[in-house]
């Protein structure tokens, strides 16, 4: 018989990490747990304040549910399957549909004896490298977080009146590439002026440039921008990513939005079938959430998984990333273990 478990935590950032949406120093998130006597498995919801949305209600919400997730039995039943009888009884609350299915997916590979991605099949010989993120700051501040974290890609969160100087100073201090995360900060002429700029500056890639109702402006940069565009806020549920078609070269998913690793792998295949670029990101998530994502990395454009390196203090061990390249743990599933003891801060 399946046990669902609750581990509420706060967990404290390194540093103050700022997006366009405000500032953080701690990020409170659920870490679900689906026990079958012998096997754990493990699943992550944190809980984004500009989502409005809180760990109580992501344990309410699973509570709510506790008769018919304690009756999967994972001996007859895919995680698969099981996602599809959850989800609509958790169809307005994604991020706990999401730590449901990973830790579903994980407790299904450990009893296999099999990694996620050798479940699906995929194979390690290419392997996209993991960006590291610098959240907005003052151009100095930036400059030291990448003197004293060198890395083979960064990714650079803008959505200020100084985005252009900010890259441009960054630039000269580094020769690797740069990604940038305008977050939906941009209007689409002040976008197209900076993607012009950005060119000069060989950066990579743009993400979410616009506000994601404007997908006039969305298609309309699209056709004039040289540098590619992914979809983020664009793109949060599998049915976002038809309409981004023509209005992105491709789309960031976030397991935490779809709802998990059964919905991303389809969203996967769908933008495939569109022609679109891929890419797997992530919130602020504890190894046990970038730990799901990582098995997904086989089939990935690019990848943002950097979370677990911008906290003080982790609750899990898993995969982990060096100079940018996943190293996958000896555990099956998604290989993640809760740490016996944590100086994280339990809620």
């Keep these: 018989m399946i046990q669902l478990r609750f581990h509420p935590f706060r967990l404290a950032l390194l540093e103050p990490f700022t997006v366009s949406y405000g500032t953080r120093t701690h990020q409170e998130t659920l870490i679900v747990a689906l026990h079958d006597g012998q096997h754990s498995g493990f699943g992550e919801a944190p809980a984004i304040f500009y989502y409005g949305v809180t760990v109580q209600q992501f344990q309410d919400a699973l509570e709510q549910h506790r008769d018919a997730i304690e009756a999967w039995n994972p001996a007859d039943t895919t995680p698969e399957a099981f996602w599809e009888t959850m989800a609509p009884r958790l169809a307005t609350m994604p991020f706990a549909l999401c730590a449901l299915d990973c830790a579903a997916h994980d407790l299904y590979g450990k009893r296999l004896g099999q990694s996620l991605y050798q479940r699906w099949g995929y194979t390690l010989d290419t392997l996209p490298l993991s960006d590291y993120t610098l959240g907005i700051d003052e151009i100095p501040v930036m400059v030291r977080k990448m003197r004293d974290f060198p890395w083979p890609v960064y990714k650079i969160k803008l959505g200020t009146p100084d985005d252009i100087a900010m890259v441009r100073e960054l630039r000269r201090h580094t020769q690797v590439p740069l990604r940038v995360d305008a977050n939906a900060g941009w209007q689409p002429d002040q976008a197209l002026r900076n993607i012009r700029a950005f060119q000069e ?91 799901a994502a990582a098995q997904l990395l086989p089939v990935l454009d690019f990848a943002d998984l950097d979370t677990p390196m911008l906290l003080r203090t982790d609750v899990a061990s898993g995969v982990r990333f060096e100079q940018g390249k996943v190293v996958y743990a000896q555990e099956n599933g998604t290989g993640v273990r809760m740490l016996p003891t944590t100086e994280a801060e339990r809620l």
């Excluded at 540098?227 to 599998?238: F, N, V």
């Design 201 to 291: 500056l060989n950066v990579e890639l743009i993400e979410q440039p616009l506000p994601p109702a404007d997908l006039e402006g969305a298609r309309w940069l699209f056709e004039r921008s040289p540098i590619p565009l992914m979809a983020d806020e664009s793109c949060q549920r599998e049915a976002d990513v038809a309409t981004c078609a023509h209005h992105f070269h491709g789309i960031n998913i976030k397991l935490a939005k779809c709802g998990g690793l059964t919905p991303a792998r389809r969203m996967v295949a769908q933008a495939r079938q569109l022609g679109l670029q891929v890419m797997v990101g992530c919130m602020t998530e504890s190894t046990v959430g970038i730990s």
